[in-house]
């Protein structure tokens, strides 16, 4: 236990001395915004142009922290990262920490270790979401589609996925994940109204995922499923809880 805490500590303080500030670490900047002076902010845009700084700054940091929806847009805008840039950060991170995953298993290697390796897989495919180049969006429905990952990666990917994609390609991967390919339904469905929420200054985009997720919704069969969902859409679209697809659904989930 000991090890594990000086190598957690050592790795913080690489991450400091790269970025010369205590406050960026992990969330801490996202919390503490107001206190961040433009300059830092500045010399921060210059660090993060370049992908292996990037690069070095996610692998410090994202494997030790809990993933928030919002985190990757926000960062991404604030330090006006690239996408090219972001884009070949974060899937450098995902080929290497696939790889030492593998040889850590093969080798049995430290449990921790090979658990903090997943955790840092699994938050570049979470990152990816912030990039919107088609390379992320193959990339993202690759892993997603994939029965030999884990759940967990492939329903981060699909979220992931959801949140880069245009309209047209959100309703379609909706209608994918929650009508035929179901990995993780209720996941699925908690991103896509969040998403839902986040999206409003992009009508076209909303629309799609209200309009999905009304059919899909309507033809559920997993009651506790339904149940859980349909609160949530119906708060939000007065359109969807009048409906008489919603009602016929919910006269039908109501039987014993």
């Not at 949140?163 to 379609?172: I, L, P, T």
Request: glycine content about 2%.
């Amino acid at each position: 236990m000991k090890k594990v805490c000086v190598c957690i500590v050592a790795q913080c303080l690489v991450t400091l001395a790269l970025l010369g500030s205590p406050q960026i670490f992990g969330w801490e900047y996202f919390e503490d915004e107001k206190k961040f002076s433009e300059s830092e902010i500045e010399r921060l845009r210059e660090e993060f142009k370049d992908v292996e700084k990037l690069k070095l700054y996610f692998g410090r940091s994202l494997g030790w922290n809990w993933f928030i929806y919002e985190i990757p847009p926000r960062f991404k805008r604030k330090f006006n990262v690239d996408d090219a840039i972001m884009y070949a950060a974060l899937t450098n991170i995902f080929y290497e920490s696939s790889a030492k995953i593998e040889r850590e298993l093969w080798n049995k290697e430290d449990p921790l270790d090979i658990q903090r390796t997943k955790t840092l897989q699994m938050a570049s495919i979470q990152w990816l979401g912030a990039c919107t180049n088609a390379n992320t969006k193959t990339l993202l429905m690759d892993i997603a589609i994939d029965d030999t990952k884990e759940k967990l990666h492939r329903s981060a990917a699909i979220g992931a996925y959801l949140q880069c994609a245009n309209a047209q390609e959100a309703r379609d991967a909706l209608v994918r994940f929650l009508r035929n390919t179901r990995i993780d339904p209720y996941s699925t469905y908690v991103y896509a109204i969040w998403l839902f929420d986040e999206t409003k200054g992009d009508t076209e985009k909303s629309k799609a995922i209200l309009s999905a997720l009304s059919n899909i919704l309507v033809n559920e069969e997993d009651k506790n499923l339904f149940f859980k969902t349909d609160k949530k859409l119906a708060e939000r679209s007065k359109e969807y809880a009048d409906s008489p697809q919603r009602k016929a659904a919910l006269e039908r989930m109501n039987k014993p």
